[in-house]
Every structure is written in C-alpha cells, then in structure tokens.
C-alpha cells in the first residue's frame, strides 16, 4: 500500500452494508502448508525485505516465477521465463537541500532533514518569500513566491489551495503523521523514478512542498518578507532493475483470452533501512502468497473456462512502478480483461470486520457484491475517506475500465511500514480462511459468463 501523506484530494464514497455469510461457507482447499512456506520465503531474514530494485527482490521474483511453474502456470507473452524487466532511473541528492532565508540584515537557513523535508526539490529555486496565515490568498499575491503558511497544525487543502495558486514552494508545519514518518520522507529522492518505455504524463506543473519542523517554522515566524534561495544539487541518477512477474492459465473456452482475469499483488516491501529490516510479511507477501495460492489451486486444478493472468509487481512501494511498466506493456489487450483483483495486506484482522476481507471501491462496481454471494468473505471498505480505491495498483487499470480492486484485510494495522510487519505479526489461519472463502468465487468468476461492470456514474 502506498503512503498517504503526499495523496491530494479524498473521496469521500458510502459504504454499503453487505450481509456477511457465516463462517462455515469458507471451504478448506487451501494448502495451509503452502500458504506458510511461501511467507516463510517471501518475508524471511533471507530476503531482507525485498526492497524495490534490489537483488533481494530480484530473488523474490525469481522465486515467485518458479513457483508460479511448479504450479503449472505458464509465462505471458512477451516475458522472459515469466519476468517482465522495467530499467529504473532515480534522480538522487548530492547532498542534503539546504533553503536560506535573507530578510535585511536576518538570516534563517534550513537543512533537509534536520529542520524540513522539501519534497522532490528542483536544483535551485530562489524567490522572494512571504508569510501567510490564511491559505486564500489572492494568486497575485502568491504566484512565484515561497511562501511560509503559518496554520496552527498541518493543513494540506490549505497547501494544495496555494500551490494551485501559483507559489513556487509552500513551506507547511510538519503533522505528527508527517514526523512519524519524518526519517522517510526527508530521505526521499528529489525526484520521480523515470522507467524506461513508459511515458510520464506530463501533470501541471507543481509547486515545492516543504514541511518544516516547529522549531523551524518558529524562527521563520520572526522573519519579514525578503529572499529565499532553496539548493538541491543532484548526483547522477541511481539506475535500478525491477520485475513484473506475469503467469498465465489459457482458458479452455473459445474466446476464453477475451474475458480474462487479472490476479495481482505486489511482492516488494521496504527492504532494509537503517540496519534494520522491514519484512513486508503483511505487506505485501501475504498478497503474493494469497495470488500463489490461486496459482496452485488453478494450476493444478481443471482448467477454467476463462483465462486466468497471476501478475506478481516490484516497486510498488516506490509508486508502482513495474504495474506502470505492465501496463504500458502489457501480454494480453486490457480491454480483454473482464476484472482485476488485487490483493494486498490480508494477514492483519480488522477489528472493524473480523475474519472478513474488504474489497476497496465496493460500491463502484457489482463486482464485491455478486463474489460476496458466492461466499466470499469480503465486505465493503469501512475507510471511504482514506481513499484506498485509488491508493493501489489497482487504480492505473481501472482508470483504463477494467473493473479493478482491491482486497485487503486490515488495510491501516498498526505494523503498517513498520519493522514490525513480520511473519510474527500475521495471522496465518485468517489468511487461509481467507483465501479459502475467495476459491468458490474465483473459480465460478472463471468458469461464468458474468461481465463485471461500474455502478453508472462510478467508474473513475
Ligand atoms: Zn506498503
């Protein structure tokens, strides 16, 4: 799951009530052996937390390919032995950004990371600043400057409403959510990933975000109006290899390819960080293994009717980035995919809706409720606001139609993007609950005629 902090905008959708089957209809078919012997692989010491475009998660691809072939799933076009590779290039800091304030004869100077977290700096910025306190400013008044926004606690909208203003940099409290995380973000490279063979839209042009700590914003606060420079020399890009790891299963109808389904997850995580390693156990292994565990039961199962893609991402930590390379490049038509679930962070019950699944976007299409009715376990996403729908890999394809969501369990545990999130801390018996109530719907998903579609007017 990507982070939350930098997501702009919330959707807020009701949620609708389901009526959840009882315990008795999850069917025990899945191999509990299996399901912890790939976590035991995929979140172990071994792979040190399969950081995006590591050899740790090149290793956890590789490991994920062969048993998608132990299985008797077979690799998709256009792959090599499975593996789809996307080249990445991260532009990197030379050395920490630094932002100087000069009114008269008073100076302030900033350091990343000791005093701010600027995110995705330019080189250089330099623009006379002003202090507000009220984000509705007149665009005159902001356009081209930096200006310091004085509210009393973080207030994003507030941020977006002056960056859409025309400032060049706005210069915010930092939140509680933000200093929790403050070690990240203010590591964070100081600039997109670009991945080869695909195109970066070209979004507005954007403003700098900068959050500042209150010792920060304190000094600031003394300031008059005057100049500020913001330096961010970069160092040559940081050039990186990861996978997309894609099987398939050919339907056995005559235009099963036509009204495929897309099974996904991501098997990257945090990798190590500061010696420490971040194991994804929940996040996103337990989604992996739950797409294995599908593979297995399919693989060596009768052949559905329709065909059935495993898609397995890397770097979806870092923005997605190997589901952006499939989808720019992608070994079936998206317009022959009938649905894609994605599954990510099943390993965690939600004491909002124990040994139950929520399905993000539940009320966007009739795809949760008519798998609720074959007895899957899953109910609709009692988050609306923290916008998850969108928050997934999910969303690039469902922005191209496809009827595409996510499955999660607790989508916000406490373990979340913590070292914590370890074998640990997951509870193997409620993933196989899980994945055992979703078998009957995903395999009469792949064996009906049954054409997923958005609700009117709910499609994004
Ligand atoms: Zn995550």
Known sequence: MKHPVLLAGALAAAALVAAPLPLEAAKPVVCAQCVKANMERLAGDELRGRGCGTEDEHVAARFVADTLKRYGVAPAAGTDGYLQPVQLSTPTAASPPTLQFTSGAQQVALLQGRDMAAMQPPPSLQAPFIRLSDAHASPEAVKGKIVIYDSPIYDAPGVQELLRAGAAAVIAPASDVILTHWDDLSTRPPGRTQI??????????????????????????????????????????????????????????????????????????????????????????????????????????????????????????????????????????????????????????????????????????????????????????????????????????????????????????????????????????????????????????????????WNPGLKP
């Open 196 to 453: 080869a063979g695909v195109e970066r839209r070209a979004g507005r042009p954007t403003g700098v975000t900068i959050f500042a700590k209150a010792d920060a914003m304190a000094a600031l606060r003394k300031l008059e109006p005057g100049e500020a420079r913001l330096d961010a020399p970069q160092g040559p890009p940081r050039e990186r290899t990861t996978y997309a790891v894609i099987g398939v299963l050919h339907g056995t109808a005559p235009d099963a390819d036509r009204h495929a389904v897309l099974l996904s997850a991501h098997y990257d995580h945090l990798g190590v960080r500061n010696g420490v390693i971040f194991h994804g156990a929940n996040d996103d292994a337990s989604g992996t293994a739950a797409v294995l565990e599908f593979a297995r039961i399919l693989g060596l199962g009768g052949k559905p009717r329709r065909t059935a893609y495993f898609a397995l991402f890397g770097c979806e930590e870092e923005g997605g980035l190997a589901a952006q390379a499939f989808l720019a490049h992608p070994p079936m038509a998206t317009s022959d995919l009938a649905a894609n679930l994605e599954f990510e962070m099943i390993g965690v019950d939600d004491p909002k809706h124990p040994g139950f699944l929520m399905l993000t976007g539940w009320e966007r299409s009739n795809l949760g409720p008519t798998l609720a009715a074959h007895g899957a376990r899953i109910v609709p996403d009692p988050y609306p606001e923290q916008n998850f729908f969108t928050r997934s890999d999910n969303y690039q394809l469902a922005l191209q139609g496809v009827v595409a969501q996510t499955i999660s369990a607790w989508p916000i545990p406490p373990t979340y993007h913590d070292p914590s999130d370890d074998l640990a801390h997951v509870d193997l018996n409620l993933m196989d609950q899980v994945i055992g109530s979703m078998v009957a719907p995903v395999t009469w998903l792949l064996n009906s005629d049954f054409v997923p579609a």
